[in-house]
């Protein structure tokens, strides 16, 4: 089964030499914040003087949609609004980013209404890394070099090839996945276990303020929230689509969460990154490492679903500058 969700994989190489900074996805986010409304508002310009054969898919809503979601959504308030995107930061062992060396980050989009604007998302992180990336006081050069959907190549050679959106692979749930198969072959009624491994923080609130020490938090909260992010992102993004996380209601997601035990291996961890909308820098508090649950294979089979999309979606908060993001593990 699969969601309508689509996941690109960007890959640069690098131009000049440039230590990547502490918070990769507020400079990815802002540069591609900056060219998408841009060509949003050329869009915009052009439709207006009548002008034809330039913007022809309704590219004007391209930075609404993917940006100001909360904007159509005026009923529900801002901060209950999810965008439609969320950003998986590149991993890089040395922080030194060389001449030539090549490195990648993704960028996932939820629901038609993003994916529709595809090509003018491909264009605006083309003009964006075009004028380089860095902080504020300096840019370092880049290049675009490809952009893939699993093996479809969106760009490729400074240009944009030719797709078609509708066909392109949506990312699949489970079913017969390699955890999906191993917890298969264990005896009925025996325990395992499950490793969440937190690439980038994750931000969970506990009492209303996110938590920042593990003591602070109880690990089921975690699996509430991410519930409630899947539930959210499906109905606001692919309300058309059934994406058959294997619950009813969250009344029977909390009776399985019940069953099952936690441990945890988390540490404090912040990030400073700098807020133009603010004006001023900004310091993000969270948990970074392991979660293991436990339990009878047939209840952590049936969590998988959910649990694959947290790898895509994430948990918590700031998910569009790339935080919450895990690797589910099948634990011996």
Known sequence: MSANLVLLRFTIRQIDDMPMPEDPGSMLRGAFGHALKGLSEAAMLFKSSNTSGVFNNNEELAYTTIFEHSAMHAETPRRGIPNPYVLKLPKLADKNISHNQRWEFAQLLMGQSAIQHLSIIILAWSQALSKGIGGTHKRYKVELE?????????????????????????????????????????????????????????????????????????????????????????????????????????????????QLSFESNLSPALLTRYSSRQGRDVTLFGLKGDITVKGRSDLLKKLLPILHLGEYLHIGKSTVLGLGEYQLKLVA
Request: proline residues 3%; glycine residues 4%.
């Open 146 to 258: 490809k952009v893939m959907c699993e093996d479809v190549v969106l760009y490729q050679g400074g240009q944009a090839q030719d797709f078609d959106s509708d066909s392109l692979t949506r990312c699949p749930i489970t079913q017969n996945s390699l955890i999906d198969q191993q917890l298969s072959t264990l005896p009925e009624g025996s325990d395992s276990s499950l490793r969440l491994r937190f690439n980038t923080q994750f931000r969970v609130q506990h009492q209303g303020k996110v938590a920042y020490r593990p003591e602070q938090l109880d690990i089921k909260l975690v699996f509430y929230a991410l519930y409630n992010r899947v539930k959210q992102c499906q109905q606001l993004h692919d309300s058309s689509s059934d994406w058959h996380v294997g619950f009813s209601d969250f009344s029977e997601y909390k009776q399985l969460i019940e």
